[in-house]
């Protein structure tokens, strides 16, 4: 019949006209994101042409997805922008500045933090654009050891899907946002070594997925959130070498059990160390230097059978070595005291004032994986063992200008793989062993 053929024929306008209404909603999603891209691009320097690939004639024919550093998901939704620059420096105040390959001379700094160093000389400089705000099914954004500068734009913190914000060594200013509404999936906040002041906002509680928070290197002030302790899946907090204040919450213990990495180092932090600490059974490094942490080394410190490194030098600690640390096994590391200041490359006689009460304990010596042990002008006394054993694994010993006493005879015959040993000013007799493999040894 007449108005069945009539019927059909304008369903199938109906349907080419859906179809045609449906690809131009994509393929707008997909020229937007491309102008967003793009006016990235224009809004920053790109001396060494980094972003050369982004092409904005179209003259090579590259889709947006194929760009460097773009990643996108099969609709063609940018998913990832990952851009890393050449060498950063780091200034701080009127100190030295450093380049990350000169970070190398720093033993500890960035220990728990792998990353692949970018091959590239270029960086972007310049301010980032608003616009990568439009960006919303954005994943991660890494653009780190480039030059940026000027506050974070906040439409960055509004982005709902962001796992991954990577900014470190960069020159950001500005505070962290009092409020934001999105980043509720955020798994790594890396802001570490830019400009960034004030306090660590309560907003931060709500990114309760977080497992990697670094913010070290800025000139973070106030205290260490108690919300800290309310982060069942973090991994790894960094907030050294900033101004926090305050001591440090005994809410840490709470709920840290995949908690391995943990540096508040190069603070000015006062009261003792947490006992909780001794609930973070994951923790692989603890680093407290260039603090003001008084009291004794807790205990419970010694329930930490997977730590790998202890630095609690350049502190006011007192007391006795717990002889619970022997119980850490895979204990490497341990920095007792530090008469050298490892963050500004400056000798200071007047900074270190840890002074413990007796001896290291034997059961600490014994440990079958340590490396370092490294406690100069700690008040330390009493006697070496005759045989220092299990010491298969020990490379560097300095317990200089302690009160050591006794024989040093065949003390350290066992040690094969010494390489540094430094045990002078104190009281002791006797010599050590000619056939140690010690290039650099200090003995009086």
């Not at 310049?126 to 994943?139: F, M």
């Not at 480039?146 to 950001?172: A, Q, T």
């Not at 204040?245 to 943990?262: A, I, K, M």
């Amino acid at each position: 019949m007449k108005w069945q053929q009539v019927f059909r024929g304008t369903l199938v306008w109906f349907h080419v006209l859906f179809l045609f209404y449906a690809f131009s909603l994509v393929s707008g999603k997909v020229f937007s994101e491309r102008r967003v891209l793009l006016e990235l691009k224009n809004s920053v320097s790109d001396p060494s042409g980094i972003l050369s690939s982004w092409d904005e004639d179209g003259s090579n024919s590259s889709h947006h997805c194929s760009w460097y550093g773009v990643s996108c998901d099969s609709k063609s939704r940018v998913t990832s922008v990952n851009v890393t620059g050449g060498d950063f420096v780091v200034e701080r105040g009127n100190s030295q500045a450093f380049s990350r390959s000169k970070f190398s001379q720093f033993a500890f700094h960035g220990f728990g933090i792998r990353r692949t160093c970018s091959h590239r000389n270029g960086k972007l400089e310049g301010k980032l654009s608003p616009l990568i705000g439009k960006l919303t099914e954005l994943r991660a954004l890494s653009l780190p050891f480039n030059s940026l500068s000027g506050e974070i734009p906040i439409e960055i913190w509004g982005l709902e899907n962001l796992e991954v914000l990577d900014l470190e060594g960069n020159s950001f200013t500005g505070k962290l946002p009092n409020r934001f509404k999105g980043l509720r999936k955020l798994k790594v906040l890396n802001i570490g070594f830019n400009k960034i002041v004030g306090e660590i906002p309560f907003s931060l509680s709500k990114c309760v997925s977080l497992r990697v928070l670094n913010l070290a290197g800025n000139e973070v002030n106030g205290s260490i959130p108690v919300f800290f302790g309310s982060f069942p899946e973090l991994w790894g907090l960094y907030l050294s070498l900033n101004q926090l204040t305050g001591s440090v919450p005994d809410e840490f213990g709470y709920n840290c059990q995949n908690l391995e990495h943990l540096d508040l180092s190069g603070n000015f932090l006062i009261g003792g160390i947490p006992r909780s600490f001794g609930k973070c059974r994951r923790l692989r490094t603890l680093l407290l230097f260039s603090n003001k942490l008084d009291d004794v080394i807790p205990h419970e410190l010694g329930q930490l059978r997977k730590l790998e490194v202890l630095d609690v030098s350049r502190n006011s600690l007192n007391g006795p070595i717990p002889a619970e640390l022997g119980n850490c096994v895979e204990l490497s590391v341990l920095v007792l005291s530090n008469i050298f200041d490892s963050l500004s490359i400056r000798r200071s006689q007047r900074d270190e004032n840890n002074h413990f009460q007796g001896s290291i304990p034997m059961e600490i010596m014994i440990l079958p994986k340590l490396k370092i042990i490294w406690a100069p002008r700690a008040s330390l006394e009493g006697k070496f063992p005759r045989n220092w054993g299990g010491c298969d694994s020990l490379e560097m010993v300095n317990l200089a200008e302690n009160l050591f006493s006794g024989e040093t005879t065949g003390v350290f015959g066992g040690c094969k793989n010494l390489h540094f040993l430094n045990l002078s000013s104190n009281r002791l007799t006797g010599e050590l062993d000619g056939k140690l493999p010690v290039p650099c040894m200090t003995r009086f």
